[in-house]
């Protein structure tokens, strides 16, 4: 099928930081529709990106070739609720953090769906989105990757367990990145540079060292031991790191992410079944 609409349902951090991006690549914002509870959220949206806003669904969406559920997973089951009628033939795509494919299904009553795990570095253009679809949505890929191609680099996941790994590794990611800049600006702090100079520092040490693993043809750990000569301060540094086992300890810390993400899952699930019942 050839697809050329959207609606958004939900227009909070995630729907607008996906919109934007479409729209300053080759979407046209009369493409696109906004679906929020929030009359201010959706002025702002349809002025700045020229979208179509709504304050509710109606038959009007039944002539949208896709809808993208961007709320809470607690907002979803309404919000799907909502929808349900106008979006039988429509290719769902779930940014919902932990929403199984199969309660997707139960809620939506189609299985035309292709599942997300996008990360908020999207928001820049520099995101990662971990992508699952189903073989009905196969033939959408293209349109998904579309949505998709102006926020970052995309992962698509042939098992759909694969995305509780994107969301251990990238979902939450970046929040291990801003912990780490803090740490390096909190030592610039006890080092005696002000804030700005601290903060400066962390995070230019940060991203020239991303973009030299980026664009360099070695190995991360390569390059890591081009700046570790034995007896030197960089090999201090890391023999701490490595005597207060980091490398077990981030390990561990993204387990403990994985194994959040399948409960999560299971919780949902539950609740689904519940509400079947
Ligand atoms: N933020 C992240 O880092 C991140 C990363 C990956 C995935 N996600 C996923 O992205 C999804 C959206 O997160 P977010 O941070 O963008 O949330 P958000 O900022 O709260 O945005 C959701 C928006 O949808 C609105 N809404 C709720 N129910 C609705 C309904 N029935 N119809 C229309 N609009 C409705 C909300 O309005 P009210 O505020 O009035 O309720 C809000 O404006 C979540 O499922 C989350 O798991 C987020």
């Not at 089951?77 to 769902?92: F, Q, R, T, Y």
């Not at 970046?174 to 006890?190: D, K, M, Q």
């Given at each position: 099928m050839n697809r050329k609409t959207i609606a958004f349902i939900g227009g909070g951090n995630m729907g607008e930081a996906i919109i934007s991006k479409m729209v300053s690549s080759d979407?046209?914002?009369?493409?696109i529709h906004v679906i929020d509870h929030n009359e201010e959220k959706l002025e702002r949206l349809s002025s700045e990106y020229g979208v179509h806003a709504h304050k509710e669904p109606g038959s009007w969406l039944s002539e949208i070739d896709a809808v993208v559920l961007a709320v809470k997973p607690r907002q979803l089951a309404e919000a799907i609720k909502a929808s349900k009628e106008w979006i039988e033939d429509a290719l769902v795509i779930s940014i919902a953090a932990g929403v199984r494919v199969k309660d997707l299904e139960a809620m939506i009553g189609h299985n035309c769906i292709c599942r997300t795990m996008p990360n908020t570095p999207m928001k820049i253009g520099l995101g990662v989105c971990g992508l699952y679809s189903t073989p009905e949505a196969e033939p959408d890929h293209r349109f998904i990757v579309k949505v998709f191609a102006a926020c970052g680099d995309l992962i698509w996941c042939t098992k759909e367990e694969e995305l509780d790994g994107v969301t251990a590794i990238s979902g939450s990611g970046p929040a291990y990145v801003f912990r780490f800049i803090e740490a390096l600006t909190e030592a610039g702090l006890r080092y005696g540079f002000n804030d700005v100079q601290a903060k400066r520092m962390a995070i230019a040490t940060v991203l020239g060292s991303a973009e030299l693993a980026k664009r360099s043809g070695e190995s991360p750990s390569v390059l890591r031991e081009k700046v570790t000569s034995k007896g030197g301060t960089t090999y201090e540094a890391l023999k701490v790191m490595n005597d207060r086992h980091f490398m077990e300890m981030m390990q561990d810390a993204m387990d403990a992410c994985k194994k959040r993400a399948v409960e999560l899952g299971d919780a949902f699930h539950e609740s689904v079944e519940a509400a079947e019942k």
């Amino acid at each position: 099928m050839n697809r050329k609409t959207i609606a958004f349902i939900g227009g909070g951090n995630m729907g607008e930081a996906i919109i934007s991006k479409m729209v300053s690549s080759d979407w046209k914002g009369d493409d696109i529709h906004v679906i929020d509870h929030n009359e201010e959220k959706l002025e702002r949206l349809s002025s700045e990106y020229g979208v179509h806003a709504h304050k509710e669904p109606g038959s009007w969406l039944s002539e949208i070739d896709a809808v993208v559920l961007a709320v809470k997973p607690r907002q979803l089951a309404e919000a799907i609720k909502a929808s349900k009628e106008w979006i039988e033939d429509a290719l769902v795509i779930s940014i919902a953090a932990g929403v199984r494919v199969k309660d997707l299904e139960a809620m939506i009553g189609h299985n035309c769906i292709c599942r997300t795990m996008p990360n908020t570095p999207m928001k820049i253009g520099l995101g990662v989105c971990g992508l699952y679809s189903t073989p009905e949505a196969e033939p959408d890929h293209r349109f998904i990757v579309k949505v998709f191609a102006a926020c970052g680099d995309l992962i698509w996941c042939t098992k759909e367990e694969e995305l509780d790994g994107v969301t251990a590794i990238s979902g939450s990611g970046p929040a291990y990145v801003f912990r780490f800049i803090e740490a390096l600006t909190e030592a610039g702090l006890r080092y005696g540079f002000n804030d700005v100079q601290a903060k400066r520092m962390a995070i230019a040490t940060v991203l020239g060292s991303a973009e030299l693993a980026k664009r360099s043809g070695e190995s991360p750990s390569v390059l890591r031991e081009k700046v570790t000569s034995k007896g030197g301060t960089t090999y201090e540094a890391l023999k701490v790191m490595n005597d207060r086992h980091f490398m077990e300890m981030m390990q561990d810390a993204m387990d403990a992410c994985k194994k959040r993400a399948v409960e999560l899952g299971d919780a949902f699930h539950e609740s689904v079944e519940a509400a079947e019942k």
